[in-house]
């Protein structure tokens, strides 16, 4: 059995479908999977052994189109469900089972505030897109592997962080789920012990002002590392302080500890760390914790975010206090 599984993008939400890519593989007889994603994102799933192979949408349509039904599948799993796929399914004319995204509970619950949103993971309603083909969830978690040669040495951190670090990943797709700086910087300046902050290129000067707190307890690693590289510096930390971001979810993919501010968004959205059953079940307690600002009359405002605060305030980051961070992070120590 041929199946086509589609999931542009982001990092994120491609890391969270790895149990549909495993179970799919495991469960189905004969099954081979293939996945398309954006070129952008090729590192997320390059190196996963459960896909067959990979199609990376990023020359012209026409030509990638071409390519896909040439491969003849017998079924389309979209796993995305936008517009864009919808045209794709209809081009490609195989039968298809696609992920239905709540997009009107979304709006209902951001616009007048009713939450109606089932309290379902993300991942669960990934897998019940492939209930038809008597797909379980194997209670495993989400995966992410990456090669040997993406892997980090003591070499690349400094010689103060080699006995341990937390990782403290202070980037964002967008800004609304981003903790302010200024809060960064308090908090690391008063906790001791090592850290390494995360992000992309885009974020080394807010990892330089936060990082002039203590230069030598502080490395600013933003935009020096790899994706996969900074996924193996979050496999080898001893604890993740994160946003709502992609990185959340590779700490969990690596069953690290974590702990997850939450902004604009909430964890309602059902995408908040997901480790399986499996592992759940061996913990005395959960493995992450949750700190957001509950009962805020304008929050959430958006399912994905804004580049900065639209009514000006950002009292849903602004209120997180460093002191709750610094308590959360003594507890998990």
């Known amino acids: 059995m041929k199946l086509l599984l589609i999931r542009f993008s982001s990092i994120g939400d491609i890391v ?7 179970c799919l593989k495991k469960q189905v007889p004969d099954a081979e999977v293939h996945f398309v994603t954006k070129e952008a994102f090729l590192p997320v799933v390059a190196h996963n052994p459960y896909i067959d192979k990979l199609h990376l949408w990023a020359h012209s349509r026409e030509l990638m189109v071409h ?46 505030k009713l939450n109606i949103l089932p309290k379902v993971h ?4 990934y897998l019940d897109t492939v209930g038809p083909f008597g797909v379980k969830n ?12 993406e892997e980090t040495t003591k070499h690349d951190i400094p010689a103060s962080h080699h006995a341990g670090y937390i990782a403290c990943v202070i980037g964002a797709a967008l800004g609304t789920k981003k903790w302010p700086v200024n809060k960064w ?16 290129k885009e974020d080394a000067g807010s990892g330089r002002e936060i990082a002039s707190a203590d230069p030598v307890k502080i490395y600013n690693a933003c935009g020096k590392f ?11 930390a001893k604890l993740i302080i994160t946003h709502d971001t992609g990185l959340m979810h590779i700490a969990a993919a690596y069953k690290r500890p974590v702990i997850s501010l939450w902004g604009n968004t909430v964890p309602s959205f059902g995408m ?3 480790y399986g059953d499996n592992f759940l079940s061996a913990q005395q307690r959960l493995p992450y914790d949750i700190l957001q600002v509950n009962k805020l009359w304008c929050r959430p405002c958006s399912k994905i975010g804004y580049a900065k605060c639209p009514l000006g305030h950002f009292k849903c980051m602004q209120q997180i206090e460093v002191a709750d961070v610094l308590d959360a992070v003594k507890k998990r120590l």
């Open 226 to 236: 790899s994706i996969n590289e900074s996924a193996d510096l979050v496999r080898k």
């Open 272 to 274: 908040y760390p997901y």
């Open 16 to 22: 969270l479908t790895t149990p549909v890519i495993r």
């Open 122 to 125: 993300i991942v669960d309603r």
């Open 67 to 112: 390519e896909l039904a040439g491969e003849n599948y017998d079924y389309i799993i979209d796993l995305h469900h936008n517009a864009r796929t919808l045209r794709l399914k209809r081009e490609l004319k195989k039968k298809s089972y696609s992920f239905y995204k709540l997009n009107i509970e979304k709006y209902i619950y951001t616009s007048i």
């Open 138 to 149: 194997d209670g495993a978690g989400l995966d992410y592997f990456i090669s040997a040669k």
């Open 185 to 200: 910087k308090e908090f690391a300046g008063r906790l001791d012990h090592p850290l390494i902050l995360l992000g992309g």
